[in-house]
């Protein structure tokens, strides 16, 4: 039998939330490690990510991947970090670290900080917004943070890029998270901010704008390519509302915080849609 004194030390200390940080650009990725830099004083991290880049994954789970998993040897602050590169789409890391990865259960899936904004009707295209949905729908808080930047860095972050408003943002909403329970229907977070964010720079909460903000363009088959690229639209001014995530941060430059849900039931009246299909019946 234990002595009585280290038994209440041991059920006295608290243990300490452990968090999963993910992404989908990869496990080199430098907004992958300025997360779990931003996120260490918080808890235990596991870090779980892609071993190469997975942008525009959403949340699918495909076939053609090993699911692999490689320990990384990584330390932050001088400490020894738990982190695994994993041969397999953001969501499916985050099934691969909940399944065999993670001691417990964490108490918070954190997804990002991505290269380039994830916002508008487009977030279902999101790797990163992907495996938080993946998170959430493990009954976990999750979270989603994209830091805005020019298309050209989008899939390598660029060169001398500062992190230091997305960070701070990182933890204040992890914080947040780890310590409240979400109202019902927020299943997760999705925070995205302008390149220009600084710590100080102030958040507003946000709704999905109903419209693309990266349009397809044609791939230039002459020059060799072979899939459509993407650009912004040219005046969101005259596409979308003041109180959407495309506003904030392309014409505010603040910070903005949408809530998602899992459930993609249309808001309508069901009354009125049932009247709509009906009209299947009317017509034989």
Do not use: C
Not at 144 to 168: C, E, F, K, Q, W
């Amino acid at each position: 039998m234990e002595p009585a004194t280290e038994v209440e030390e041991r059920v006295g200390k608290k243990e300490r939330p452990l968090i999963l940080v993910t992404n989908d650009d990869g496990i080199a990725s430098d907004g992958l490690w300025a997360a779990a830099r931003a996120l260490l004083p918080l808890g235990d991290l596991l870090v779980a990510a892609p071993n190469r880049q997975w942008s525009g994954a959403g949340r699918s789970m495909p076939n053609m991947v090993s699911g692999h998993i490689e320990k990384v040897e990584r330390q932050l602050e001088g400490r020894e970090i738990e982190a695994y590169a994993i041969d397999a789409s953001p969501a499916l890391v985050v099934v691969h670290a909940l399944l065999e990865l993670a001691p417990r259960p964490p108490a918070l899936v954190v997804s990002g900080i991505n290269f380039g904004e994830n916002i508008s009707i487009s977030v279902t295209i999101s790797g990163t917004v992907g495996a938080a949905l993946e998170g959430a729908a493990s009954g976990l808080p999750a979270m989603a943070v994209s830091l805005a930047m020019p298309i050209a860095n989008h899939l390598d972050g660029g060169d001398n890029t500062d992190y230091r408003g997305a960070m701070a943002y990182t933890y204040r909403f992890a914080r947040f998270l780890l310590r409240y329970p979400r109202p019902y229907d927020v299943d997760l977070l999705n925070i995205n901010l302008p390149l220009s964010a600084t710590p100080e720079t102030p958040w507003r909460l946000t709704r999905l704008a109903r419209t693309r903000y990266f349009v397809p363009t044609p791939p230039n088959r002459a020059a060799g390519e072979g899939r459509p690229g993407y650009r912004a639209i040219d005046d969101p001014r005259s596409m979308v509302a003041p109180d959407t995530d495309v506003w904030a941060i392309a014409v505010d430059e603040v910070v903005s915080v949408t809530p998602l849900s899992l459930d993609l039931t249309s808001r309508s009246d069901f009354g009125q849609v049932e009247a709509w299909l009906h009209r299947l019946e009317e017509e034989g």
